[in-house]
């Protein structure tokens, strides 16, 4: 389970890194300016939820699946506007995604209490 979790958290911890600078640069891609600046506090968001992943912290597994989300759709929107960098944001975003909703289904198994 660790092995998913830090996954996890990597993966959410690249793609927030590249979310960053985009309210100052967004690579020529015309992104609307308050787009740009949300786009890049899920940077942040990204950032402290990979972190608190890693530290196993109890609200981290789903704070990291909403952010993989939200760069999950994001990356399609890139990808229907042939934005520089969407396939990148997209395999990163699904990879966090699923590998957190992997380690909260893995989590949840093990507390539920098996039937004899």
């Known amino acids: 389970m660790r092995t998913v979790r830090c996954s996890a958290a990597v993966a959410t911890l690249a793609m927030s890194l590249l979310n960053l600078p985009i309210a100052l640069d967004d690579g020529g891609n015309g ?8 786009i890049s506090l899920l940077g942040v968001v990204g950032v402290v939820t990979a972190i608190a992943l890693l530290r196993s912290a109890a609200w981290a597994a789903p704070a990291v699946l909403t952010v993989g989300a939200l760069n999950l759709v994001g990356a399609v929107v890139a990808l229907v506007r042939s ?32 039937a004899s």
Not at 31 to 38: F, H, M, Q, V, Y
């Open 31 to 38: 992104i609307p300016a308050p787009a740009a600046w949300l």
């Open 83 to 114: 934005w520089d960098g969407a396939l990148i944001g997209l395999v990163l975003s699904a990879a966090g995604t699923g590998l957190a909703l992997a380690y909260l289904v893995a989590g949840r198994s093990a507390k539920t209490p098996q």
